[in-house]
């Protein structure tokens, strides 16, 4: 057989994908459907060509086979020239996208400089922490009985606490805030980017002038993690670290503001099943939160490259070929998921690829549950009847990024301030970080925070 | 029953825990799980057992 024959074959699922179109967003059940069902690895023209796996099983033993698939973007074409995670890979990139787009051994030990500072234990002692930033939010707004949630609380708490963990100063939150949300909604032709485009400068210059200080004066927390690391006998330059501070940043911001703004847009449509949540909160919070997870996936799949010929759940690849793992669309595969397109709170065997799979698991998973399921459940106590205003609600145009919210208003019965203000309680939590040393490692530090009453 | 999570295919997204923490101890430093009970599951714990193992993304348990 001519090698277009071979391809006509290896290619015979063909499907035009295109994940970056507000059409895809729209018949989102519908392509899934269609692709789960039919060709649950498919090629697809567009982009220059690529695989994408939306069926379970089929991305299920296509991330595990970490022998035959490469994250890494060569952005200096030192090695293999791959592409990294993103299909297009964005045009004009000088940084890799942190460890997401690096292959071990180097990926790994990145990894085990920062597990200490996510792990379970690690992230719990920051919950008194977080529900004093989620109280405070809450209260700015709790007298006037109008919230916008996504501006007024799940954009800003894991900002807050990110930077917090990184070691920069918490008061800077909104100076990555609104960088990091809108250059993932912002389309690339929108005349707004240039704004965009100036608060990512912004914030790449706040970055970079934290890991100087860092450097010059160590204080706790990840970044002066990297500093330190060992990466394969190396120690990291700072135009690498940048990367990696931008990759926690980005995978820490934008996607549990997503999380938490639709379930709370889910829930304020679903009243009843809002007052079940919160009444048993102790037996469904948790599964809640992992359908939550796989119904809305805020990351809804990362591309990469196969670093060699291979065959992988029954389909043949070859070197240098790029895929896209839908981790969206395989949380739809009913032969997993009974009812894949309906919330179910109390579902259980739940299989979800949220935060991917294998090697690159995401790091911020216990960090991103934790965060959700305080904010969630503060929201619950304190304005349990709350409306969303479906009018006033802004979706992001397309999923092919984040599948995220850049705003969403709802009203409620007021109800009594119980502490002091956003600003005020932010300065408090920046005295707690620096007195007890939170952002220290877990085997440094394995005491939760303590916060002092007001 | 006995159960065992396989180290070199667990990636630490913790679900055994949160089901069966009885069962599924997680390291405190990369969050990665082990079983702590090394013989057999006690009977009122084997529901929730078998829900950890069906609910693993990596499929680690056995």
Redesign the interface.
């Known amino acids: 057989m001519s090698s277009a024959e071979t391809n006509g074959e290896r290619k015979k699922n063909s499907y035009h994908f295109d994940r970056h179109t507000p059409e895809y967003r729209h018949q989102f059940e519908t392509v899934t459907a269609e692709l789960v069902g039919k060709c649950p690895i498919a090629w697809s023209d567009t982009y220059e060509g690529h695989w994408v796996a939306a069926g379970h099983k089929e991305v299920?033993e296509l991330a595990?086979s970490a022998e035959y698939l490469s994250n890494d973007h060569d952005v200096n074409n030192q090695r293999k020239g791959y592409k990294g995670i993103s299909i297009p890979a964005p045009k004009g990139t000088t940084i890799q996208g942190g460890f997401l787009e690096m292959d071990p051994p180097e990926q790994r030990h990145y990894r085990?400089a920062l597990?200490?500072y996510?792990?379970?234990?690690?992230i719990n002692r920051w919950t008194p922490v977080v529900d004093e930033l989620v109280r405070a939010c809450l209260d700015e707004k709790i007298a006037t009985g109008r919230i916008d949630f996504v501006d007024d609380l799940a954009n800003v708490v894991p900002a807050v606490l990110t930077l917090a963990m990184l070691g920069v100063p918490l008061k800077n939150w909104s100076i990555y805030c609104d960088a990091v949300h809108a250059s993932v909604y912002t389309p690339p032709d929108s005349p707004d980017m240039v704004r965009v485009n100036e608060g990512r400068r912004a914030m790449y210059m706040d970055m970079f002038g934290q890991l100087a200080q860092i450097r010059a004066n160590p204080r706790p927390g990840m970044i002066d993690a990297l500093i330190r690391a060992d990466i394969n006998g190396k120690a990291p330059e700072d135009m690498e670290l940048l990367g990696v501070i931008a990759l926690l940043i980005g995978g820490g911001f934008d996607t549990t503001t997503a999380l938490t703004a639709h379930a709370l847009e889910w829930l304020s449509e679903h009243p009843q099943e809002r007052a079940r949540l919160s009444s048993d909160r102790d037996t469904l919070l948790?599964s809640a939160t992992?359908e939550f997870l796989r119904f809305y996936t805020p990351a809804p799949g990362d591309g990469r490259t196969i670093s060699a010929d291979c065959v992988i759940a029954g389909q043949e690849f070859k070197e240098g070929e790029r895929v896209w793992l839908s981790w969206a669309m395989s949380n739809r595969d009913p032969a997993v998921f009974a009812n894949p397109n309906e919330v179910d709170l109390a579902r259980?065997?739940?299989?979800?690829?949220s935060?991917g799979?294998?090697?690159h698991?995401c790091i911020g998973?216990?960090l991103a549950r934790m965060v959700f399921k305080r904010m969630l459940t503060a929201v619950l106590d304190r304005m349990p009847d709350y409306q969303c205003d479906p009018a006033g609600a802004v979706h992001y145009q397309t999923i092919g990024v984040i599948q995220g919210m850049q705003h969403l208003p709802a009203t409620f019965t007021p109800g009594p301030r119980t502490g002091d203000g956003l600003d005020d309680t932010i300065a408090r939590m920046q005295a707690i970080c620096d007195e007890q040393r939170l952002a220290e490692p877990?085997?440094v530090r394995k005491a939760s925070a303590r916060i002092a009453e007001a | 029953m006995k159960v065992h999570v396989d180290p070199e295919r667990c990636?630490?997204?913790?679900?055994c825990?949160?089901?069966a923490p009885e069962v599924f101890q997680?390291?405190?430093?990369?969050?990665h799980s082990t079983a702590v009970i090394d013989g057999d599951i006690p009977a009122e714990l084997e529901a929730k057992v078998i829900?950890a193992i069906?609910?693993?993304?990596?499929?680690a348990i056995s």
């Open positions: 299920f595990r085990q597990n200490p996510l792990s379970p234990a690690a948790d992992e259980t065997g739940n299989r979800h690829h935060f799979l294998g090697l698991r998973s216990n877990v085997t | 990636q630490g997204h913790t679900l825990s949160m089901i997680l390291d405190e430093v990369d969050g829900d069906r609910s693993c993304p990596e499929q």
